[in-house]
T-cell receptor, first 114, second 113 residues
Framework: DTAVSQTPKYLVTQMGNDKSIKCEQN?????MYWYKQDSKKFLKIMFS???????INETVPNRFSPKSPDKAHLNLHINSLELGDSAVYFC?????????????FGPGTRLTVL | DAKTTQPNSMESNEEEPVHLPCNHS???????IHWYRQLPSQGPEYVIH???SNVNNRMASLAIAEDRKSSTLILHRATLRDAAVYYC??????????????FGKGTLLTVNP
């Protein structure tokens, strides 16, 4: 069974459209994340949710809205897509510990905005 | 954020040991040293982490300098499947500004058959 899964794997869409990427984890973790990896391969955190509450919100345009219906899911909705949103988006999860914890990443969703 | 410096790329032969260096001269006393790797077309995966003492697990070993200003990830016998970008990341305690994973450029490891 896949620990962290994302759908879709590929997403091609036109500028201005609204799209969603879904993420599910079956590890029983209480924290989930969204990362963006751009064309230069830099991987940057966007959001983090702990027990359905937003705890990290990096300087991401408010066209991006994460939604966590429950602890096992963290979806990413993007409004008014722009060319610069083209990237690979990774979801991750972890079980939060006082000192440190391991993050488990999904396979990624490659978003192409035309 | 505390920063790390890694070589852009390294090359190894299959079944030989690989030593991947990481410099982190500005590390603070509560920063853990984490290593993740990203295989081609996959998400990053955890490799190992440590604080002060050397660490071993089934994937690799982590050797940490006594002053903690550098560390080395050791793959004891490289396989073709180990070809990936390896990221050395400093991570602070929960609640601090350095708690999130901040990925740098990493080291691209090429393994030759």
């Amino acid at each position: 069974d896949t620990a962290v899964s994302q759908t879709p794997k590929y997403l091609v869409t036109q500028m201005g459209n609204d799209k969603s990427i879904k993420c599910e984890q079956n590890l029983g973790h209480d924290t989930m994340y969204w990362y963006k990896q751009d064309s230069k391969k830099f991987l940057k955190i966007m959001f983090s949710y702990n027990n359905k509450e937003l705890i990290i919100n990096e300087t991401v345009p408010n066209r991006f809205s994460p939604k966590s219906p429950d602890k096992a899911h963290l979806n990413l909705h993007i409004n008014s897509l722009e060319l610069g949103d083209s990237a690979v988006y990774f979801c991750a999860s972890s079980q939060e510990r006082p000192s440190t914890d391991t993050q488990y990443f999904g396979p990624g969703t490659r978003l192409t905005v035309l | 954020d505390a920063k790390t410096t890694q070589p852009n790329s390294m090359e190894s032969n299959e079944e030989e040991p690989v030593h991947l260096p990481c410099n982190h001269s500005t590390i603070s006393g509560t920063d853990y040293i984490h290593w993740y790797r990203q295989l081609p077309s996959q998400g990053p995966e955890y490799v190992i982490h440590g604080l002060t003492s050397n660490v071993n697990n089934r994937m690799a070993s982590l050797a940490i300098a006594e002053d903690r200003k550098s560390s080395t990830l050791i793959l004891h016998r490289a396989t073709l499947r180990d070809a990936a970008v390896y990221y050395c990341i400093l991570r602070g305690l929960r609640g601090g500004s350095n708690y999130k994973l901040t990925f740098g450029k990493g080291t691209l490891l090429t393994v030759n058959p």
